[in-house]
Protein backbone atom coordinates (compact mmCIF):
# COMPACT_ATOMS: atom_id res chain seq x y z
CA UNK A 1 0.00 0.00 0.00
CA UNK A 2 1.56 3.51 -1.02
CA UNK A 3 1.21 6.23 1.46
CA UNK A 4 -1.25 8.29 -0.13
CA UNK A 5 -3.47 4.92 -0.26
CA UNK A 6 -3.01 4.66 3.41
CA UNK A 7 -4.28 8.34 4.18
CA UNK A 8 -6.68 7.83 1.65
CA UNK A 9 -8.09 5.17 3.34
CA UNK A 10 -8.60 7.01 6.68
CA UNK A 11 -9.91 9.66 5.25
CA UNK A 12 -12.77 7.33 3.54
CA UNK A 13 -13.51 5.38 6.63
CA UNK A 14 -13.79 9.02 8.71
CA UNK A 15 -16.39 10.30 5.75
CA UNK A 16 -18.17 6.59 5.56
CA UNK A 17 -19.02 7.52 9.38
CA UNK A 18 -19.97 11.59 8.63
CA UNK A 19 -22.65 10.21 6.46
CA UNK A 20 -25.22 8.89 8.97
CA UNK A 21 -24.62 12.17 10.98
CA UNK A 22 -25.33 14.75 7.83
CA UNK A 23 -27.82 12.95 7.08
CA UNK A 24 -29.82 13.88 9.94
CA UNK A 25 -28.17 17.61 10.61
CA UNK A 26 -29.91 20.57 10.78
CA UNK A 27 -26.80 22.02 8.16
CA UNK A 28 -27.70 19.57 5.24
CA UNK A 29 -31.63 19.75 5.76
CA UNK A 30 -32.61 16.41 4.41
CA UNK A 31 -36.15 16.61 4.45
CA UNK A 32 -36.46 20.10 3.17
CA UNK A 33 -34.20 18.96 0.20
CA UNK A 34 -36.91 16.19 -0.22
CA UNK A 35 -39.27 18.53 -0.34
CA UNK A 36 -37.60 20.61 -3.56
CA UNK A 37 -35.43 23.20 -1.49
CA UNK A 38 -32.24 23.21 -3.56
CA UNK A 39 -28.82 22.62 -2.12
CA UNK A 40 -26.99 24.74 -4.42
CA UNK A 41 -25.49 28.45 -3.18
CA UNK A 42 -25.72 31.59 -5.30
CA UNK A 43 -22.13 31.06 -6.33
CA UNK A 44 -22.49 28.09 -8.45
CA UNK A 45 -25.87 29.24 -9.57
CA UNK A 46 -24.92 32.02 -10.73
CA UNK A 47 -21.60 31.10 -12.39
CA UNK A 48 -23.10 27.69 -14.11
CA UNK A 49 -26.55 29.28 -15.14
CA UNK A 50 -29.35 27.19 -17.25
CA UNK A 51 -27.90 23.81 -16.96
CA UNK A 52 -31.15 22.14 -18.72
CA UNK A 53 -30.15 19.13 -21.59
CA UNK A 54 -26.47 19.40 -20.26
CA UNK A 55 -24.12 17.39 -19.15
CA UNK A 56 -22.35 17.68 -15.59
CA UNK A 57 -19.84 15.67 -13.84
CA UNK A 58 -19.82 16.71 -9.91
CA UNK A 59 -16.73 15.49 -8.25
CA UNK A 60 -16.36 15.03 -4.58
CA UNK A 61 -20.57 14.76 -4.53
CA UNK A 62 -21.22 13.63 -0.84
CA UNK A 63 -24.01 12.23 -0.41
CA UNK A 64 -25.29 13.62 -3.71
CA UNK A 65 -27.44 16.74 -2.82
CA UNK A 66 -25.91 19.38 -5.12
CA UNK A 67 -25.46 16.52 -7.95
CA UNK A 68 -29.56 15.67 -7.35
CA UNK A 69 -30.31 19.48 -7.28
CA UNK A 70 -28.16 20.01 -11.05
CA UNK A 71 -30.31 17.33 -12.00
CA UNK A 72 -33.79 18.52 -10.62
CA UNK A 73 -32.60 21.72 -12.60
CA UNK A 74 -32.40 19.96 -15.56
CA UNK A 75 -28.63 18.19 -16.34
CA UNK A 76 -27.55 14.85 -17.01
CA UNK A 77 -25.74 13.99 -13.90
CA UNK A 78 -22.81 11.73 -12.47
CA UNK A 79 -21.64 12.37 -9.06
CA UNK A 80 -18.74 10.51 -8.00
CA UNK A 81 -17.25 10.57 -4.20
CA UNK A 82 -14.82 7.87 -2.13
CA UNK A 83 -17.44 7.27 0.10
CA UNK A 84 -19.45 3.70 0.07
CA UNK A 85 -21.51 5.30 2.53
CA UNK A 86 -22.56 8.80 0.49
CA UNK A 87 -22.94 7.34 -2.79
CA UNK A 88 -25.57 4.37 -1.01
CA UNK A 89 -27.18 7.48 0.25
CA UNK A 90 -27.22 9.56 -3.22
CA UNK A 91 -28.30 6.66 -4.95
CA UNK A 92 -31.56 6.36 -2.48
CA UNK A 93 -31.98 9.63 -2.90
CA UNK A 94 -32.29 9.29 -6.71
CA UNK A 95 -34.56 6.83 -6.58
CA UNK A 96 -37.01 8.69 -4.30
CA UNK A 97 -37.23 11.38 -5.83
CA UNK A 98 -37.49 9.73 -9.17
CA UNK A 99 -34.25 11.95 -10.78
CA UNK A 100 -31.60 10.44 -13.28
CA UNK A 101 -28.25 11.36 -11.66
CA UNK A 102 -25.50 8.35 -11.43
CA UNK A 103 -23.44 7.49 -8.54
CA UNK A 104 -20.22 6.26 -8.57
CA UNK A 105 -17.51 5.06 -5.41
CA UNK A 106 -14.44 6.06 -6.54
CA UNK A 107 -11.06 7.87 -5.55
CA UNK A 108 -11.96 11.04 -7.58
CA UNK A 109 -8.26 10.90 -8.68
CA UNK A 110 -9.69 7.53 -10.73
CA UNK A 111 -12.81 9.24 -12.08
CA UNK A 112 -11.37 8.28 -15.48
CA UNK A 113 -11.24 4.83 -15.05
CA UNK A 114 -14.89 4.46 -13.68
CA UNK A 115 -16.21 7.41 -16.05
CA UNK A 116 -15.38 6.84 -19.52
CA UNK A 117 -17.76 9.73 -21.17
CA UNK A 118 -17.22 13.35 -21.00
CA UNK A 119 -19.24 16.21 -20.05
CA UNK A 120 -20.27 19.92 -20.91
CA UNK A 121 -19.38 20.87 -17.42
CA UNK A 122 -16.94 19.19 -14.96
CA UNK A 123 -18.30 21.09 -11.06
CA UNK A 124 -16.92 21.00 -7.78
CA UNK A 125 -17.59 22.81 -4.74
CA UNK A 126 -16.66 23.85 -0.93
CA UNK A 127 -13.68 21.73 0.75
CA UNK A 128 -12.84 19.59 -2.05
CA UNK A 129 -9.20 20.23 -2.93
CA UNK A 130 -7.59 19.53 0.49
CA UNK A 131 -8.40 15.79 0.80
CA UNK A 132 -5.91 15.84 -2.12
CA UNK A 133 -1.79 15.32 -1.84
CA UNK A 134 -1.34 16.72 -6.11
CA UNK A 135 -3.70 18.70 -7.94
CA UNK A 136 -1.63 18.00 -11.34
CA UNK A 137 -3.75 14.60 -11.70
CA UNK A 138 -6.89 16.15 -10.64
CA UNK A 139 -6.98 18.70 -13.12
CA UNK A 140 -5.67 16.03 -15.65
CA UNK A 141 -8.50 13.86 -15.25
CA UNK A 142 -10.88 17.01 -15.08
CA UNK A 143 -9.37 18.04 -18.90
CA UNK A 144 -9.86 14.26 -19.77
CA UNK A 145 -14.15 14.17 -18.89
CA UNK A 146 -14.52 17.70 -20.39
CA UNK A 147 -15.63 18.24 -23.89
CA UNK A 148 -13.71 20.24 -26.01
CA UNK A 149 -15.54 24.25 -25.01
CA UNK A 150 -16.59 22.68 -21.68
CA UNK A 151 -16.66 24.36 -18.33
CA UNK A 152 -14.84 23.30 -14.89
CA UNK A 153 -16.38 25.59 -12.45
CA UNK A 154 -14.67 25.21 -8.75
CA UNK A 155 -15.92 27.40 -5.51
CA UNK A 156 -13.54 26.54 -2.44
CA UNK A 157 -12.91 27.88 0.70
CA UNK A 158 -9.86 30.07 0.24
CA UNK A 159 -6.33 28.37 0.82
CA UNK A 160 -5.91 31.07 3.75
CA UNK A 161 -8.59 29.10 5.81
CA UNK A 162 -6.39 25.97 5.84
CA UNK A 163 -3.07 27.83 7.47
CA UNK A 164 -4.83 28.33 10.79
CA UNK A 165 -5.93 25.24 13.13
CA UNK A 166 -9.42 25.71 14.54
CA UNK A 167 -9.30 22.49 17.10
CA UNK A 168 -9.45 24.95 20.26
CA UNK A 169 -12.27 27.03 19.30
CA UNK A 170 -10.03 29.91 17.65
CA UNK A 171 -7.88 30.17 14.66
CA UNK A 172 -4.46 29.78 15.68
CA UNK A 173 -1.99 30.17 12.62
CA UNK A 174 0.12 26.86 11.73
CA UNK A 175 0.52 25.38 8.59
CA UNK A 176 2.06 26.66 5.46
CA UNK A 177 0.22 28.23 2.56
CA UNK A 178 2.00 25.96 0.37
CA UNK A 179 2.26 22.92 2.48
CA UNK A 180 4.00 19.53 1.10
CA UNK A 181 3.82 17.73 3.85
CA UNK A 182 0.34 16.00 4.62
CA UNK A 183 -1.81 17.52 7.81
CA UNK A 184 -3.23 15.15 10.10
CA UNK A 185 -5.99 15.77 12.39
CA UNK A 186 -8.27 13.61 14.73
CA UNK A 187 -11.30 15.12 16.69
CA UNK A 188 -14.48 14.76 18.13
CA UNK A 189 -17.36 16.01 16.50
CA UNK A 190 -17.67 16.79 12.38
CA UNK A 191 -18.73 20.28 10.80
CA UNK A 192 -22.32 19.58 10.54
CA UNK A 193 -22.89 17.98 13.76
CA UNK A 194 -19.95 19.59 16.08
CA UNK A 195 -21.69 17.46 18.95
CA UNK A 196 -21.59 14.10 17.71
CA UNK A 197 -19.38 11.75 19.15
CA UNK A 198 -17.74 10.48 16.22
CA UNK A 199 -14.03 10.51 16.15
CA UNK A 200 -12.65 12.18 12.78
CA UNK A 201 -9.30 11.21 11.67
CA UNK A 202 -8.39 12.99 8.58
CA UNK A 203 -5.61 13.50 6.55
CA UNK A 204 -5.12 16.84 3.89
CA UNK A 205 -3.18 19.08 2.14
CA UNK A 206 -2.47 22.55 1.78
CA UNK A 207 -2.94 23.97 -1.72
CA UNK A 208 -2.38 28.23 -2.84
CA UNK A 209 -3.83 29.62 -5.69
CA UNK A 210 -0.78 29.58 -7.82
CA UNK A 211 -0.63 25.96 -7.57
CA UNK A 212 -4.09 25.35 -8.32
CA UNK A 213 -4.30 27.73 -11.26
CA UNK A 214 -1.42 26.35 -12.71
CA UNK A 215 -2.19 22.94 -12.21
CA UNK A 216 -5.67 23.57 -14.47
CA UNK A 217 -3.26 25.88 -17.55
CA UNK A 218 -1.05 22.97 -17.41
CA UNK A 219 -3.77 20.20 -18.35
CA UNK A 220 -4.86 22.50 -20.85
CA UNK A 221 -7.95 24.82 -19.81
CA UNK A 222 -8.02 28.19 -20.12
CA UNK A 223 -8.92 30.24 -16.52
CA UNK A 224 -11.81 32.62 -17.60
CA UNK A 225 -11.77 33.73 -14.10
CA UNK A 226 -10.58 33.68 -10.50
CA UNK A 227 -13.01 36.05 -8.00
CA UNK A 228 -11.85 36.05 -4.30
CA UNK A 229 -15.07 36.53 -1.68
CA UNK A 230 -14.77 37.43 1.92
CA UNK A 231 -17.52 35.41 2.72
CA UNK A 232 -18.60 31.85 3.59
CA UNK A 233 -22.04 29.86 2.87
CA UNK A 234 -21.88 28.08 5.65
CA UNK A 235 -21.30 28.94 9.66
CA UNK A 236 -18.06 26.23 9.68
CA UNK A 237 -15.44 28.74 10.96
CA UNK A 238 -15.36 30.07 14.73
CA UNK A 239 -17.30 32.94 15.68
CA UNK A 240 -18.58 33.69 12.33
CA UNK A 241 -21.46 36.56 11.68
CA UNK A 242 -24.28 35.85 9.67
CA UNK A 243 -24.48 38.99 7.36
CA UNK A 244 -27.72 40.30 5.93
CA UNK A 245 -27.15 38.19 1.89
CA UNK A 246 -27.27 34.99 4.73
CA UNK A 247 -23.74 34.30 3.86
CA UNK A 248 -21.13 34.10 6.73
CA UNK A 249 -18.06 36.26 8.20
CA UNK A 250 -15.51 36.96 10.21
CA UNK A 251 -15.40 40.03 12.87
CA UNK A 252 -12.42 41.42 11.60
CA UNK A 253 -12.34 39.88 8.01
CA UNK A 254 -8.74 40.24 6.59
CA UNK A 255 -8.33 37.95 4.17
CA UNK A 256 -11.29 36.29 1.44
CA UNK A 257 -13.23 33.10 2.87
CA UNK A 258 -13.68 31.84 -1.20
CA UNK A 259 -12.23 31.46 -4.54
CA UNK A 260 -13.80 30.57 -7.91
CA UNK A 261 -12.23 29.48 -10.77
CA UNK A 262 -14.10 29.25 -13.97
CA UNK A 263 -12.26 27.33 -17.06
CA UNK A 264 -12.52 25.99 -20.62
CA UNK A 265 -11.17 23.54 -22.41
CA UNK A 266 -9.62 24.36 -25.82
Known amino acids: MTTNSKYFNV ?46 LHLQCHFGQDTL ?7 RCVGIDISDEAIKLASQLNNELNLDAQFVCCNVLDTSEFVKETFDIVYTSYGVIGWLPDLKPWAKMIAERLKVGGTFYIVEFHPILWMF ?102
Open 11 to 56: NKDTWNKKVAIHAKSEMYDIEGFKSGKSSLMPYEIKALGDVKGKSL
Open 165 to 266: DYLEGKPVMKYGYMQDEVIYEEYEGTYADQSSKIVSKEYGWNHGLSEVVNALIEAGLEIDYLNEYDESPYDVFPDLIKQDNGMYAMKNQLFPMLFEIMATKI
Open 69 to 75: SWSRAGA
